[in-house]
């Protein structure tokens, strides 16, 4: 299936972790998404925090959407 959702904010191409991580730490219902670096900025952490739940979310496996 091709993605072709861009950041609300600053108009970026979103990749599936972009939407995977937004779902996750924002919200389920969500239609419309923030790129990690603009989703770093609304949660005053910068990316790195961000890409570090990435990964932990995909090691664990518990979380269908990092699969």
Same mark, same amino acid.
């Given at each position: 299936?091709?993605? /072709?959702?861009?950041? +609300?904010?600053?108009?970026?191409?979103?990749?599936?972790?972009?939407?995977?991580?937004? @779902?996750?730490?924002?919200?389920? /219902?969500?239609?419309?998404? @923030?790129?990690?670096?603009? @989703? $770093?900025?609304?949660?005053?952490? $910068?990316?790195?925090?961000?890409?570090?739940?990435?990964?932990?979310? +995909?090691?664990?496996? /518990?979380?269908?959407?990092?699969?």
């Amino acid at each position: 299936m091709v993605n /072709n959702k861009t950041c +609300r904010e600053c108009g970026t191409a979103l990749k599936g972790d972009d939407i995977a991580i937004y @779902l996750k730490l924002v919200t389920r /219902n969500a239609e419309d998404f @923030l790129c990690i670096d603009c @989703l $770093g900025v609304k949660l005053e952490c $910068g990316r790195g925090p961000i890409e570090e739940r990435i990964k932990y979310f +995909r090691e664990s496996g /518990n979380c269908t959407l990092f699969r």
